[in-house]
């Protein structure tokens, strides 16, 4: 066998509906059933999308409190307010450097570098 020779498996239909039958019954958990048939957990997870099993994935539940909402919105406003800062220091440097361009043009440098000397 070679190096680069790897095992491919394909599962049959009713084999993947099989296991997610199993699965729905709630006696074993993905990892479970993983173990049992030699099945990646994340190949499971797979076959859920594909049958549009959604009843099956794990769900995510984020629980906040008031306060780490209002914080959460506090700093997402104060974010937004830096970039704006941030901005106008960018386009303000970008004029400065135009105003120099040009004086330096209108002196007769041939650089902003040689005006600022």
Known sequence: MYKNDKVIRRYSEPF???I???LSTGKLNKSQ???LYGINP???NEWIKKYN???LMNTRIKVETKDEITRIKALQ???KQLKKLLLKKDLDAM???SYLEVAAEDLGYK???ELKK
Do not use: C, P, Y
Request: glycine share 4%; no cysteine.
């Open 111 to 113: 650089s902003v570098a």
């Open 77 to 79: 406003k104060e974010i």
């Open 95 to 97: 004029v400065l450097d």
């Open 20 to 22: 997610l039958d199993e």
């Open 53 to 55: 099993r959604k009843d």
């Open 42 to 44: 994340t190949t499971i």
């Open 33 to 35: 059933l993983g173990k």
């Open 16 to 18: 993947k509906l099989k």
